[in-house]
């Protein structure tokens, strides 16, 4: 099986959500139900990827996540922009919905 590293790397999607987070950390998992929203609303649209920094620490490295929750929208490859900590499902939303133009 391919590691999170190598399947975010070998993205074709045109945008990719990509959410940085840890299982011992909090905000991560409130952050949880508004990226599972976003990926129903999104099906089809865009893919979405989560990084557990503990395991893939050379990704986290890679995009400078130097706290979690993160979370990078890319598109074409490159990264469109990054929230640092909660996101609300409005602002995702909106943000992809961007990327997707």
């Known amino acids: 099986m391919e590691s999170d590293k190598n399947i975010v790397e070998k993205e074709t999607s045109n945008v990719v959500i990509i959410d940085f987070m840890a299982e011992w950390c909090g905000p991560c998992k409130m952050q949880d139900p508004v990226i599972e929203e976003m990926k129903k609303k999104f099906e089809g649209k865009a893919t979405f990827k989560k990084i557990d920094v503990d395991k893939e ?40 919905n961007d990327a997707l133009k």
Request: proline letters at 2%; glycine letters at 8%; charged letters at 30%.
């Open 57 to 96: 620490g050379e990704l986290a490295d890679k995009y400078n996540v130097m706290a979690i929750p993160t979370l990078i929208i890319e598109k074409n490859g490159n990264v469109f922009k990054k929230y640092v900590g909660l996101t609300s499902s409005k602002e995702l939303e909106k943000t992809i």
